[in-house]
């Protein structure tokens, strides 16, 4: 059993500034990618931004330049700074985890989800 917890969210004015961060615990031989995502009320969920084993990173055309992705492969982790908010990135953000079980013979590639953390930018 993996588990990915999120923390961070909030609430900020426009022009300001959160750090989201994700830690997953469990059952993890190694963690291939990670993403964030984020979905607004009435909307689809969307990537934000990716970072992969080789810290090659790819963001929405929306949030570059004002957001950052950086992982932490020691402790499972990783982080979405976010700078310059604006109202349109209010949404409820998610982790995303690509990788390995550590189970003996398990070669599948799993998917996981963390439950998600509201950030609403308002002022």
């Known amino acids: 059993q993996v588990q990915l917890v999120e923390s961070g969210g909030g609430l900020v004015q426009p022009g300001g500034s959160l750090r989201l961060s994700c830690a997953a615990s469990g059952s993890i031989f190694s963690i291939n990618s990670w993403g964030w995502y984020r979905q607004a009320p009435g909307k689809e969920r969307e990537l934000v931004a990716g970072?992969?084993?080789?810290?090659?990173?790819n963001y929405a055309d929306s949030v570059k330049g004002r957001f950052t992705i950086s992982r932490d492969n020691a402790k499972n982790t990783v982080s979405l700074q976010m700078n310059i908010l604006k109202s349109e990135d209010t949404a409820v953000y998610y982790c995303h985890a690509r990788g390995l079980i550590d189970i003996m013979y398990d070669l599948n590639m799993y998917d996981w989800w963390g439950k998600g953390t509201q950030v609403t930018v308002s002022s």
């Open positions: 970072i992969t084993s080789c810290d090659n990173t």
